[in-house]
């Protein structure tokens, strides 16, 4: 096996197609295509460990139009958070993020197997493979009906691990809204921080 990332998956494979701007392949044991645009920054390619590397620069040439729009995209900045404003948004997380992956879970019939918290810049949640769901402490900045789309769009993913038809559907049949809930993510977060010495806590 070539070596590998930590954790046993295989190093990511740079790859470049016509004017599209150069892509990693990133395997693992997957069964489905997907790719991530990460505007002006990064195109990754999810791919099964053992797909042809000319099934997959096909299936990224399908999508040239839809990598060009999303590569072009204006970079969303997250602002930054200091320790103590960190420490407040991660109790909140803790607080509240149970409640909705049980409400959420049970009306999609799916048990995470495990929930982290992380610190990530780039993405408000994701799902693994194995079934967990993990979430930045920094969505916890933005309004209740967008982190409830968040949390029902990683619970989606255990049904569908891609962003088909199949996986929209089943989002708008819980959350009509959803596309609204979304816009709110594109805007600065408006959480009000209590003065110093004081905690957050979401009732």
């Not at 505007?39 to 999810?46: A, I, K, S, W």
């Not at 602002?79 to 992956?101: K, Q």
């Amino acid at each position: 096996m070539d070596a590998g990332l930590p954790g046993g998956h295989p190093a990511p494979e740079p790859r470049q197609s016509g004017s599209l701007p150069p892509y990693r392949v990133l395997r693992s044991k997957r069964r489905t295509l997907a790719i991530e645009v990460k505007p002006g920054t990064e195109v990754l390619v999810r791919a099964p460990l053992r797909l042809p590397r000319a099934e997959i620069d096909s299936f990224v040439r399908s999508k040239h139009d839809w990598i060009l729009k999303h590569w072009n995209k204006p970079r969303q900045v997250r602002p930054e958070f200091g320790p103590r404003e960190e420490a407040l948004l991660r109790a909140r997380a803790r607080a509240i993020l149970p409640g909705l992956i049980a409400r959420y879970g049970g009306l999609l019939d799916v048990k995470p197997s495990r929930l982290t918290i992380t610190g990530a810049r780039t993405r408000f949640g994701s799902c693994s493979a194995k079934g967990g769901v993990s979430f930045s402490f920094r969505l916890m900045a933005y309004p209740l009906p967008a982190i409830e789309y968040v949390v029902l769009h990683e619970l989606a993913h255990l049904k569908h691990l891609n962003h088909s038809p199949a996986f929209y559907r089943l989002v708008s049949q819980q959350m009509p809204d959803y596309k609204q809930r979304a816009a709110l993510l594109k805007q600065p977060p408006n959480f009000d921080f209590p003065p110093g010495g004081q905690t957050c806590t979401e009732s």
